[in-house]
C-alpha cells in the first residue's frame, strides 16, 4: 500500500514538472517568434465601390437568368 502511494506521487510530480516544462517552453518559445517575427500589419480588404456596383450587376443578371426574364424580352 505504501509503495502504491509513493509511485502515485512520484508519478503525478514528473507529470506536473513536465507539464511546466512545457508551458515555459512554449512561452519562450512564442516570445522568440514574435521578437523576430511581428504580425503583418492587416490590409483593408473592402472592395471598391467599382467593384460592388460590379458585385450587384452580376447578382441582378444572374437572378433575372434565373428566372427566365432573357427570354420574355428577346
Do not use: C
Not at 17 to 33: A, N, R, V
Not at 42 to 49: C, F, G, L, V, Y
Request: charged share 25%; no cysteine.
Amino acid at each position: 500500500m505504501e509503495q502504491g502511494l509513493i509511485l502515485t506521487v512520484l508519478g503525478m510530480s514528473w507529470v506536473f514538472i513536465f507539464l511546466m516544462f512545457l508551458i515555459i517552453f512554449t512561452s519562450l518559445s512564442s516570445g522568440i517568434i514574435r521578437k523576430f517575427f511581428p504580425e503583418v500589419e492587416k490590409i483593408d480588404n473592402k472592395p471598391a465601390q467599382n467593384e460592388l456596383e460590379k458585385i450587384a450587376a452580376a447578382i441582378v443578371l444572374s437572378r433575372h437568368y434565373k428566372r427566365g426574364v432573357h427570354e420574355k424580352r428577346s
